[in-house]
């Protein structure tokens, strides 16, 4: 995981993480994101999630 040091919300730093549908970089904030196996995995959009949500053994590694 990567952190942006430029960038600040809400005084809290913001952290890039890779969509695993489409390897887009979003940050942790997004609304769109869902919980696996224990590990939570974060999306651009809706539809890569729900993407992930059909087969999410074919994007998790």
Do not use: H, Q, W
Not at 31 to 48: L, N
Request: aromatic share 14%; charged share 30%; with cysteine.
């Amino acid at each position: 995981m990567e952190v942006n040091l430029k960038s600040l919300f809400n005084g809290s730093l913001l952290m890039k993480v890779k969509d695993p549908v489409c390897g887009m970089d979003v940050d942790d904030t997004t609304p769109y994101k869902f919980s696996y196996k224990g590990k939570t995995y974060y999306f651009c959009s809706p539809m890569c999630m729900a993407e992930f949500k059909k087969r999410p053994e074919k994007y998790i590694k």
